[in-house]
């Protein structure tokens, strides 16, 4: 097969998961509902949180960035999905592929640094209660967010720009239903072991850095349960970031599991069960794990409803 430029490749086609026409309905049904209770989840923690005051702390003003990127790169990914399933032709533009990627690689990337910075605020609210107000400043808390927004861009920015360098092959076919690294980096001609090692730097950094951090962190959390002598506080102690370490748990290792790895060991079966967990299904677990787990938001969710009531009885 002869070879040419990425500029002379208009659009690829998505293959997808199935194709069973039988089964794409299902699955698009299956993906709609949880897409629709992705966004509803997401909106309604950033919402709760801007409206109660009481949710104005450094712990909330994680969490809803966290919601934010969660809504955002589950938006990336499943609306394009959700069409591809109803139709024949399966094809997205060159220029959408990539920014496909682009947006997706910066969301997780930055995902991965807000969830670590998440751990950090755990550690000072359980290991330093007397220095919390201090140390998680409003200022302390918008450089935490911001740096990890900065590693998102950086992360994509370098993906997207190198791979939009290089030649792929005749095939625009792409083994998967979105545009992620590894389907992406098989069409290429040249330069494939090149990338695949930048990828794997770039991911493997981002999760291990951010990895340390949490495990920093809670390991001194961990100690200072120990240390509570009571069971009633120790329960309570733990049950501060227990919603936390679930969502880490989860995210860590989808993210482990799909790419820190060469795409040489890429296998279409698991690793695209494993996309579908990590681009539909988490961003709606999360809202959920945060909610249901946490009795601040079950509150707040009450206080919003009765104000909400008021408000409309008083009219």
Known sequence: ????????????ILLGLTDSYEIQLVLFNLFLLIYLITVLGNAGMILIIHLDLQLHTPMYFFLRHLSFIDFSYSTVIAPKTLENLLT????????????????????????????????????????????????????????FVIASYMVGFIDSTITVLYMNTLNFCNSNVIHHFFCDTSPVVALLCTNKRNVEITILILAGTTILVSLIIVSASYMPILATILKIKSAAGKRKAFSTCASHLVGVTVF?????????????????????????????VIPMLNPLIYSLRNKEVKNALIRVMQKTGSARNFR
Request: with cysteine; glycine share 6%.
């Open 1 to 12: 097969m002869g070879r040419r430029n990425n500029t002379d490749v208009s659009d690829f």
């Open 88 to 143: 024949s032709t399966k094809r997205i533009s060159f220029g959408g592929c990539f920014s496909q990627m682009y947006f997706f690689i910066f969301f997780v990337a930055t995902e991965c640094f807000l969830l670590a910075s998440m751990a950090y605020d755990r550690y000072v609210a359980i290991s330093k209660p007397l220095q919390y107000p201090v140390i998680m400043s409003t200022d302390v808390c918008w450089s």
């Open 252 to 280: 860590y290792g989808s993210m482990i599991f799909t790419y820190v790895k060469p795409s040489s060991s890429y296998t279409l079966g698991k690793d695209q069960v494993a996309s579908v967990f990590y681009t539909i």
